[in-house]
């Protein structure tokens, strides 16, 4: 019988939690299913830049990384076209974590504590092409759906977001810098300040990480 290989990259800024990832893997590999891992990453930058190189076929991802959060990674890999899947290995139990990382594109969630029991049905389960919730990770992320699907026509009727407001929005989220928004929008940093003000009051919020939830709540953006 022939022996099915699948590459992964372990994506996690803790070196010891990839060397435990590296033992549980080489312990669920079967004489019909192969783990190789083809790389290792700490950072955002890394990550994207070996998921070009090695076109693994999973990413192992934790949410807390260098420089940024696996949200924003997972955004990057669709935007970047990537073909792999994407497991969360997270120790954020929050449901707004949940959440947004499964609506940015992961394959599956699992807590961290939970790793030893579930990873190898988790890993079974996405190669499939199906996605992987075990029952407490499922309830919270339904629990979140239906709210935020209740509330969204809700709150794109009560917040009155202009078409350049919505815009700035939506770079803000991607996690553009006031720079990188003026030039995407060929606007200049002070008008990009003003929207951004102006945002900030109808979001009621006080910071860019509040008007990021804010907006990925109301459903007025997806990350």
């Known amino acids: ?11 996690d800024d803790e070196q010891r939690f990839r060397q435990g990832l590296r033992t549980l ?3 669920y590999s079967s004489p019909t299913l192969h783990y190789e891992v083809v790389g290792e990453a700490a950072s955002i930058d890394q990550a994207l830049a070996l998921a070009a190189e090695q076109r693994p076929g999973l990413i192992l991802l934790d949410l807390e990384l260098a420089r940024g ?3 924003m990674l997972l955004t990057q890999l669709r935007e970047a076209s990537f073909a792999g899947k994407v497991l969360v290995l997270s120790a954020h139990q929050e449901d707004d974590w949940v ?3 499964m609506q940015a594109g992961a394959s599956g969630y699992v807590f961290k504590t939970h790793l030893a029991q579930q ?3 988790a890993i079974a389960t ?3 092409d199906e996605v992987y919730l075990p029952a407490e990770v499922a309830t919270q992320f339904f629990r979140l759906f239906h709210y935020y699907s209740g509330r969204s026509l809700q ?3 009560a917040i009155h977001l202009t078409d350049r407001e919505q815009e700035v929005l939506h770079w803000l989220v991607r996690g553009a810098s006031n720079e990188e928004i003026a030039k995407h929008l060929y606007i200049t940093i002070a008008t990009v300040k003003a929207h951004l003000t102006a945002i900030f009051e109808k979001l009621q919020v006080s910071s ?3 008007a990021i939830v804010a907006a990925l709540k109301l459903g007025l953006v997806q990350a």
């Open 1 to 11: 019988m022939a022996i099915q290989t699948l590459s992964i990259l372990l994506v």
């Open 25 to 27: 893997l080489n312990f």
């Open 69 to 71: 959060d696996g949200v």
């Open 99 to 101: 959440f947004r990382a």
């Open 119 to 121: 990873l190898s049905e």
């Open 126 to 128: 996405v190669i499939k």
């Open 155 to 157: 709150a794109r009727q």
């Open 208 to 210: 860019r990480t509040q």
